[in-house]
Structure formats: C-alpha cells, structure tokens
C-alpha cells in the first residue's frame, strides 16, 4: 500500500501489533507522534519509521500522512480524530469512544460536507 500512514500513540498496542501488521502487510509508515516525544523516538528507531513529529499538528500537515492512525486513551480519541478530519485525513481509531456519541456522529457531517474528499 503506498499511503503514508502517521501513527499517533506510541504505546503496547502500536509496537507489538500495528506495526508488525504494517510491515508484514507491507504498509508505509511515514511518521509517528506521542505525547512523550521520547518513547515516539523509541518506536521509530524499533520499527524504522522515518519521521518523529513534534505534535498531532506537525503530523497532520504533512501531505505524506494520508491515514491517521489514532492509537491512544479512548477519551483522547474524539479530539484528535476531529483535528485529523479537518485536516482532510482518512483516521483509524482502534477503541471505541467514550459515551459521548454526539461528537463521533460530527465525523460524518464533516465527512459529508462538500469540501470533504469523501464526497
């Protein structure tokens, strides 16, 4: 597959499962962020992705990034899916969210906007 995926999350599930299933797919991994830069640079350096970001913002803007994959506390979930709609990404969420249902139902009326690729 040749779209770049940015992985957000740099914990247990993301480096024991994602990413092996990446590679034996033979998936593009292009950058990965965490809030603790220091275990993003870790995984990077395990799985050999190229790119570590400073920030979900520094990740979304590059144009390399076409899937998102959100790998975190499922209460985080909400947030950064919505900053990676906005900025035109596909996403991955790998939990479930939280029992607020309003905001994931926003997902699809972003989604079915006329600006959105998904259109």
Not at 23 to 46: H, L
Not at 67 to 87: F, K, Q, S
């Amino acid at each position: 597959m040749d779209h770049g995926i940015g992985i957000v999350g740099a914990g247990g599930v993301v480096n024991y499962a994602h990413l092996p299933a990446y590679a034996q797919a033979g998936f593009k991994v292009v950058g990965i962020t965490d809030k603790d830069r220091q275990r993003a640079a870790r995984t990077a350096a395990d799985h050999k992705i190229p790119e570590v970001y400073s920030s979900l913002e520094e990740l979304v803007a590059d144009p390399e990034v076409e899937i998102v994959d959100i790998a975190v506390y499922p209460w985080e979930t909400l947030t950064i899916g919505e900053h990676a709609i906005r900025a035109g990404k596909n996403i991955l969420c790998q939990k479930p969210s939280p029992t607020n249902t309003a905001r994931p139902c926003a997902w699809w009326t972003w989604l079915e906007r006329p600006s959105s690729r998904w259109r």
